[in-house]
């Protein structure tokens, strides 16, 4: 996912399956903002580094341990945003979900401060 836009080279740093060890790419007061109407309970806004890391640890238990990103497409929008397109995978009990999501990155300073997790399950 590396790109030409400092802010595309920011989000490639991130390590989903360890996102303390990518503490440093993210604001101290970052929230993360997920909703999905298939897994409700995974829904909210997750502060800082230890709420984002408590989300990546549910998502992964609601899933069994499979949770797959495989991002698409990746577009640098003005000097704050980044936008990614990803094909996801989650297990849900016998049934392993796949969706498309949008993810949009706010970056300020080089340092992510802000995302917006979109799910677009009605069209998978």
């Known amino acids: 996912m590396k790109g030409t836009h400092p802010n595309i080279d920011v989000i490639a740093r ?3 399956a360890d ?11 970052v929230v993360w ?14 502060k800082g580094m230890a709420g984002i890391a408590d989300f990546f640890q549910k998502v992964r238990s609601y899933g069994k341990g ?14 704050e945003l980044v936008v990614v397109h990803s ?14 999501v949008v993810v949009v ?10 995302v917006w997790d979109i799910p677009a399950t009605r069209t998978a």
């Open 105 to 114: 990155w706010r970056i300020i300073d080089g340092r992510v401060s802000e």
């Open 19 to 29: 996102m303390i060890a990518s503490a440093d790419v993210f604001h101290p007061d």
């Open 33 to 46: 903002h997920f909703f999905n109407p298939d897994a409700p309970e995974l829904a909210g806004s997750y």
């Open 66 to 79: 499979n949770f797959v990103v495989q991002p698409q497409a990746v577009q640098a929008v003005g000097d």
């Open 87 to 100: 094909r996801n995978q989650l297990g849900k009990g016998e049934k392993v979900m796949e969706f498309d």
């Open 14 to 16: 991130i390590d989903t």
